[in-house]
């Protein structure tokens, strides 16, 4: 009865459709080209109508970014025209996307004489449609770097897989990352050069520490003796090994993150890189320290950052026969005797989905720093005024539904906050000098610094609260471009930047400040020192010992940049094999998870550049595991 119900109110949507968007002769035939103000600036948008109806919608010249917008330029035209209706939903997470494309449809409906008014609540069919089941072996529950990897470890190793993915787009927080993954990496560090005093002082105070297990004195003493193999030699390039970037980390995170899980991230980092490359990542071969990253030795690659992950992920997994699932939400476990055996989901008009797995479940839902509700629960401080860098849709789902069967949880009250949010959206991009903590120096709005650029992330956070306002500006110069083409790191047009007034560009330090609203004798006092310490190699300010070179290439910029809400380290505990573990420390049968839905990696505060190697480290543990059950 109730199908019945939902048939007809469909056919009557449909015919509604037909009498709004299509009448005989309402329209000057013809094409229109709109100019509208995207994300990432202008967005040309032709438009054509017959007599009768909208044609064709198509998005020419444009700078959304790659993987956040360019979804709803691929998905929204098709839909506006298929429903002959301005009223279709706004991709979750490209809202200023979608809504730069409805804009210009509207003015080209205008403008060719059609009712503006009646396309904005003509019907779209919306309704549920049949129920569909289906079974593979592995089920990967979303669709960021941790399931993508996840997907293409198990495919590669026999298993079919199904991954759903509860947006209209696959990338989550990753691809909206600027791609910093943290790797050892002798053959690219060989040519960066060799650590200032007193960054290597704190190095030797790593391998000197009290030692918190056996284990810790263990890497201590590996550490000693990679430093010793480095003595002895000609030491002209820069330090590193895996036993310094897991001491880091773990001293990084207060010695709260589980130490076996930070070994196995730490020394599976480059091969990690290779199996990546292997997938369609090209790496730069630049090394580099992004904000909170503490060492240089960041890899980035050569595309849209994140983006690149997520479309290297998508087309392997797709070559290697995984079927995708978008606007798909994952809603619950299934469980039969003791054993997670499927996932139950609803696409996003409603039907249900069951998926069967013949073998597991992979949870790669990412954090939840977008749930306002559950971050103030866990830790009280983040008051909701906070943005966040996140993806709308890391609203914690993957923790809910583990919990549901058992899953013991670690960690949720340590949440990561970043000094370097764009003061309107909240987003990471949108300024310049990301390409490393070496290339740019942060003031307030009195114009002075206030940190080490270089330190931790939560310490540089609370300084940074301290400030007026919580406001800072990065100041760097065109040697920190990071980017030939007019784009910076995310792929945002720097013209439009600056004419957007987003960022601040000048040819002297004083001009910018003027342009900011800073004091520009105070401003350039404080350029000045900064230099002068780039040439120590020293901060006698506030202790920073990571250099690149002299910030003296005008023209100058100055990014607007404050605190919003970054990661959320807590999660579903898992082994080294990522199994769910239960309270008891017993692995739940069936169920995996990866990625920043699980914690107990990062302790308290994640380096920068390692969430990136924890979710690809584990996704692909987790898809090989899954499919050898
Ligand atoms: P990670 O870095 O761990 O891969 P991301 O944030 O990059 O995390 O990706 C997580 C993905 O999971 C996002 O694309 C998000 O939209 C998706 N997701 C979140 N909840 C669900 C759910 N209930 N069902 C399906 N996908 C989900």
Redesign the pocket.
Same mark, same amino acid.
């Given at each position: 009865m109730q199908k019945k119900l939902q048939a007809l109110l469909l056919v009557i949507a449909m015919l509604l459709t037909v009498c709004v968007g299509y009448a005989e002769g309402a329209y000057k035939a013809g094409t229109y080209d709109v100019k509208v103000d995207g994300f990432g600036g202008e967005m040309t948008v032709s438009v054509t109508f017959t007599a009768d109806k909208l044609e064709s919608v198509v998005v020419g010249d444009n700078s959304e970014t790659p993987g956040i917008g360019t979804p709803a330029i691929e998905q929204l035209p098709g839909a506006i025209v298929d429903n002959q209706s301005l009223a279709v939903d706004s991709l979750? %997470?490209a809202t200023v996307t979608s809504d730069a494309i409805k804009k210009a449809v509207e003015e080209a409906i205008a403008e060719a004489g059609g009712d503006v008014e009646a396309w904005k609540t003509a019907a779209v069919d919306k309704g549920p449609k049949e129920a569909v089941e289906e079974t593979a072996d592995i089920i990967v529950?979303?669709?960021? %770097? $941790?399931?993508?990897?996840a997907a293409v470890s198990a495919a590669e190793n026999g298993a079919t897989v199904i991954l759903? !993915?509860?947006?209209a $787009?696959?990338?989550? @927080?990753?691809?909206? $990352?600027g791609g910093p993954f943290n790797a050892a990496d002798p053959a690219r560090q060989a040519n960066f050069p060799a650590a200032s005093e007193a960054a290597m002082a704190t190095v030797y105070a790593l391998a000197e520490e009290e030692a918190k297990s056996p284990e810790h004195q263990a890497v201590m003493d590996q550490l000693k003796a990679d430093l010793e193999a480095y003595e002895a030699g000609e030491k002209n390039y820069l330090f590193d090994s895996i036993a310094l970037h897991t001491l880091q980390t773990y001293a990084g995170g207060d010695y709260l993150g589980y130490f076996d899980l930070i070994q196995k991230m730490t020394g599976e980092a480059l091969e990690t890189t290779e199996w990546m490359a292997g997938n369609g990542v090209v790496w730069k071969d630049d090394i580099s320290t992004v904000p909170g990253g503490l060492w240089p030795r960041t890899h980035v690659p050569q595309g849209s950052a994140?983006g690149d992950y997520?479309k290297a992920g998508q087309e392997k997994s797709e070559s290697l026969g995984v079927k995708i699932i978008l606007n798909?939400?994952? !809603?619950e476990l299934i469980v039969e005797n003791d054993r997670v055996v499927g996932v139950k989901?609803e696409m996003t008009d409603g039907t249900p989905v069951t998926l069967n797995a013949n073998k597991a479940v992979v949870i790669?839902?990412?954090?939840f720093a977008a749930n306002k509700e559950m971050r103030k629960q866990y830790d009280p401080s983040l008051n909701e005024n906070l943005g966040t860098t @996140?993806?709308p849709?890391?609203?914690? &789902?993957?923790i809910f539904?583990a919990q549901k069967v058992g899953a013991n949880l670690v960690g949720m009250e340590y949440i990561q906050c970043l000094p370097l949010g764009d003061p309107e959206t909240g987003a990471l991009s949108g300024w310049m000098g990301a390409i490393g903590v070496e290339y740019y120096y942060q003031v307030n709005k009195e114009g002075l610094r206030f940190m080490a650029e270089d330190g931790r992330r939560d310490t540089m956070t609370q300084a940074l609260l301290k400030q007026t306002d919580s406001m800072s500006y990065v100041i760097t110069d065109t040697n920190s471009e990071g980017a030939d083409n007019g784009l910076n790191l995310w792929g945002d047009d720097i013209e439009d930047l600056v004419a957007k007034g987003r960022i601040f560009r000048a040819d002297t330090i004083e001009e910018l400040a003027e342009k900011v609203g800073l004091d520009p004798a105070v401003l350039k006092a404080t350029h000045d020192q900064f230099n002068a310490y780039v040439a120590a190699g020293e901060d006698a300010d506030f202790g920073r010992s990571l250099f690149g070179a002299p910030i003296d290439n005008a023209p100058f910029y100055a990014s607007p940049r404050m605190p919003t809400v970054h990661h959320t380290m807590g999660g579903i505990e898992i082994d080294l094999k990522g199994h769910v573990l239960d309270a008891d420390g017993n692995t739940i049968p069936g169920l995996y998870a990866?990625? !920043?839905?699980?914690g107990g990696i990062h302790g308290a505060n994640r380096l920068g550049g390692n969430?990136?190697l &924890?979710?690809h480290v584990f %996704?692909r543990e987790a898809g090989k595991n899954a499919a050898a059950e």
């Open positions: 979750t %997470g529950i979303g669709g960021g %770097g $941790a399931g993508l990897s759903i !993915e509860k947006t $787009a696959l990338g989550g @927080n990753t691809v909206r $990352a994140g997520i798909c939400k994952g !809603e989901a790669a839902t990412g954090g @996140n993806t849709a890391a609203t914690g &789902d993957g539904m990866a990625g !920043e839905v699980t969430a990136l &924890d979710i %996704g």
